[in-house]
């Protein structure tokens, strides 16, 4: 766009208030994550003082991941009619609520099964809440954000979350009480950290509701050159109404289907990061604050931390390819089929890994080559979609939290499987409120994480190969 420099937006230099909302929606982005990643922090904690068994507590990681799956589109909806600001302040609050709420859960005596469901429900309206970030965030850049800035602003909240993501294990870490009590036993207190980070979400959205504005034109500091670079660029790259959608056209599509099923394989393996990691290092591997101390925390936190550099890596590199070479197909197509083909076999490589630091790197790498992948899928959501992006992306993002969310349970569903019926029952006493024993004795045999792990790498094989039979110059409507 040419401006006018006549004009009174053509004599001064655009002001960066937008910048000031990427902050925000930065800062979001690691709130979402801090608060998600805290639950899979924390998850052993609780697996042992409510005596759960490892399915049951996949269905508490299950019913975040399904939430967030069915209510993603929606809570998109309601940002599209209400406007960002007054949605995200009133899901920010709800999801806040319920992460405070966490905390306050016991398992009383008695009671223990009817508090495991109260658990399982906070979960479920947790997710339901953090299912709007996202989307609202998404609307929020389509109103501040010239066209060309968008990837790099998504780009940028993307990172922002994955690296939060990366250190909550260590903030929670550091957070977490160890009492030795005059028996010599230890308690751990944990509860505590949902309440302070409940609170963080309600300092967000005070500090949102008095700073954003849905429009730029409503914001005072914004002046006339950054407006019309803003709305400038929009008015050009609209061009078209998104009114009848042609769904049965994107429905039958055979092409659209396999990448939702490459993000359905990528996520089911991912999640693994966020739900059972820091338990599994504890378990397997003696990984705590008390042997490894931050190292804890950096150790469970790392797959993500790789993971954010990545996200980034990623999208650099297909986009260049694809100005070098004129061959968006295989700039898209490549980066699938090595990030996760490579992915495949770190998962492969870590069943044989031989200490904690050997594990560690082989799934740090696997992340970091899942999100190499992430910049060609999303920029495939757009060389397909066109005009109807937005639903493309917003749809293969809830299917792979399906596979998110089936991951939780059938990871859960083999360790029950393969118990070793030999092993202690390691799960605390009840009644001691907020707390719960540190001690911890494996109940699962090695054979069950292997065939865990061994599944992780047959569902990143299958999004190779989904890759491989997609083809991001076949648009969904062939004429925009």
């Known amino acids: 766009m040419t401006t006018d420099v006549s004009s009174p937006a ?31 922090s924390v998850a052993d904690y609780i697996k042992d003082e409510f005596g759960l ?45 319920f992460t405070a709420l966490t905390g306050l859960i016991w398992p009383t005596p008695g009671w223990v099964p009817v508090m495991f469901v109260a658990l399982v429900a906070v979960r479920f309206l947790f997710g339901m809440g953090e299912a709007g970030a996202y989307p609202n965030i998404a609307r929020a850049f389509h109103s501040w954000f010239p066209f060309t800035e968008r990837r790099f602003a998504q780009g940028a909240v993307l990172m922002a979350g994955r690296f939060m993501c990366g250190v909550t294990p260590l903030i929670v870490n550091t ?18 950290a949902f309440w302070i980070f409940g609170c963080l979400g309600v300092v967000w959205c005070l500090f949102f ?39 049965r056209r994107l429905l039958l599509s055979g092409n659209l289907w396999i990448l939702f099923a490459m993000y359905f394989c990528a996520s089911y393996g991912w999640y ?43 999208g650099l590199l297909t986009d ?22 490579l992915c495949a076999l770190c998962y492969f490589g870590s069943i044989f890994a031989g200490d904690a630091i050997l594990f560690v790197l082989a799934i740090a790498f696997a ?8 910049g060609s899928a999303w920029a495939s959501c757009l060389d397909i979609g066109r005009k109807y992006s937005g639903i493309v992306s917003g749809c293969m993002n809830t299917i792979g939290n399906l596979g998110g969310a089936m991951a939780g349970t059938a990871t859960g569903l083999v360790l029950d499987a393969f118990r070793d019926p030999f092993a202690k029952d390691a799960t605390a006493a009840l009644g001691v409120a907020g707390s719960a024993s540190i001690y911890h004795e494996p109940q699962f045999t090695a054979l069950a994480w292997q065939i865990n792990f061994l599944s992780f790498a047959v569902v990143y094989t299958v999004a190779t190969l989904c890759w491989l039979a997609f083809d991001s110059t076949k648009p969904l409507v062939d004429h925009d």
């Open 10 to 40: 053509g004599l001064q230099q655009p002001t960066r208030v937008r910048y000031g909302v990427l902050g925000l929606a930065c800062s979001l982005s690691m709130i979402t994550y801090l608060d998600r990643v805290c639950f899979g």
């Open 53 to 97: 068994t490892y399915t049951q507590r996949g269905l508490l990681f299950t019913a975040f991941a399904l939430a967030y799956a069915v209510f993603e589109v929606p809570s998109g909806w309601l940002g599209d009619v209400f406007g960002p600001r007054k949605t995200l302040i009133r899901i920010v609050l709800w999801w806040s609520f």
């Open 175 to 192: 957070l977490v009480v160890k009492v030795v009590q005059e028996d010599g036993s230890s308690v751990v207190y944990w509860r505590h």
């Open 209 to 247: 509701y008095w700073w954003f504005r849905d429009r730029p034109e409503e914001k005072t500091q914004v002046n006339a050159a950054e407006l019309a670079l803003i709305r400038g660029e929009q008015r050009s790259a609209a061009g078209h109404s998104h009114a009848g959608v042609p769904w």
């Open 272 to 314: 693994f990061n966020i739900t059972y990691l820091p338990g599994y290092l504890k378990d397997v591997y003696g990984v705590t604050r008390e042997t490894y101390g931050a190292w804890a925390g950096l150790m469970a936190g790392s797959p993500l931390l790789f993971g954010s550099v990545a996200c980034v890596g990623g």
């Open 320 to 341: 260049a390819f694809i100005r070098r070479t004129g061959n968006r197909k295989w700039g898209r197509r490549l980066f699938g089929v090595v990030g996760h083909g």
């Open 367 to 374: 992340a970091f080559w899942n999100d190499v992948t992430m």
